[in-house]
């Protein structure tokens, strides 16, 4: 009885703290759109991304930091005092929303697997001078798209490849290995383990921000910014156009809107887009989390006397 209830303690702290962040998210993340649009298009998409998985992260900081310890610690093994409904409800849906996140995954691995195997039979190897590697596909569709997680390929359609001019290729390239580099196809599968309803807009707004991001690390002057804007225009015919496939980044959306966005992006390039992020040492982070430590070391014991006191009151 006593591992049954803090089963289900935890899995309620988890499902309220998770719950009641992502209704605050899913409503609010709206009202920052004008300050992330403000702000280098890498460093938005990174704030959008951190935004999605920020529910996710601090219900289950909140549950191993401070539900279960507090229930281990200060819980009386010897009583046996029965579970209320509600504890056993929320239990009962933290359990449901793990699997169903865990399903989620596997579906989405699933079907990227086949499709990309499908994509990928008789592709063969070309010399591109980078470090991931590079298939020339028979299939017209995808153009060009980045796949793989652990270890990433990008595979390039044969029609593309003799469409485009060299430099056009080179551009297109550094555009999907920006993609590797930041790892989004990894990003798209923790999107699908955290999927949660009224999220698809934030969602959609990373995706953005993320093309964008890979548009803005692959070109570094005007004319490969062109060279780029000229890529998407020529594939970006209707027979050109990839579909969306789980866990890909492909050059050439479907989304008309969003590749008009991107191409005038490109036609307006500025340097400006290309100033270094401002980097901080990394003492500044050790110094923070040196004071958050001793912080949680002062007030530990009486926050999981009062999470306690919470989690009592969930279970009667």
């Known amino acids: 009885m006593f591992l049954a209830r803090g089963i289900a303690v935890s899995f309620s702290v988890f499902v309220i703290v998770y ?40 219900a289950s900081l909140v549950t191993a930091a401070f539900a279960v310890p507090s229930f281990l610690l200060l819980e009386p093994r010897q009583i046996q ?5 509600i504890p056993l409800a929320l239990g009962a849906c933290g359990a449901g929303l793990a699997i169903f996140g865990a399903w989620n995954s596997l579906v989405a691995l699933r079907r990227a697997s086949r499709t990309i195997a499908a994509w990928s039979s008789g592709a063969q190897t070309i010399s591109s001078g980078i470090s991931v590697p590079v298939l020339r596909i028979t299939p017209v569709v995808p153009a060009m798209t980045a796949t793989g997680i652990v270890r990433p390929r990008i595979l390039l359609s044969g029609a593309a490849e003799s469409l485009l001019s060299r430099n056009e290729l080179n551009a ?37 921000a993320s093309e964008m991001a890979a548009d803005d690390a692959a070109v570094f002057s005007a004319d490969e910014a062109l060279e780029l804007a000229s890529a998407l225009i020529k594939l970006s015919r209707p027979n050109q156009a990839a579909p969306e496939v789980d866990l890909t980044a492909a050059l050439v959306q479907s989304s008309g809107a969003v590749m008009n966005a991107r191409v005038e992006r490109l036609v307006a390039w500025s340097s400006e887009r290309h100033v270094p992020l401002q980097k901080y040492s990394a003492w500044y982070g050790l110094g923070a989390a040196v004071a ?9 014991s009486s926050l999981l006397a009062n999470v306690h006191e919470a989690t009592e009151w969930l279970v009667r």
């Open 172 to 208: 297109a390239l550094n555009h999907e290995i920006a993609h590797v580099r930041r790892r989004d196809n990894f990003r798209k599968l923790v999107l699908r383990f955290v999927a949660f309803p009224g999220m698809r807009g934030l969602e959609r707004a990373w995706l953005e």
């Open 292 to 300: 958050t430590v001793a912080l949680f070391a002062v007030t530990y």
């Open 81 to 85: 005092e029965p579970l209320g409904w």
């Open 19 to 58: 719950c009641s962040l992502s209704a605050a998210v899913g409503c609010g993340w709206r009202g920052l759109r004008s300050l992330v649009q403000r702000q280098p298009s890498q460093r938005a998409a990174d704030f959008l991304f951190g935004l999605r998985i920020l529910p996710f992260a601090a």
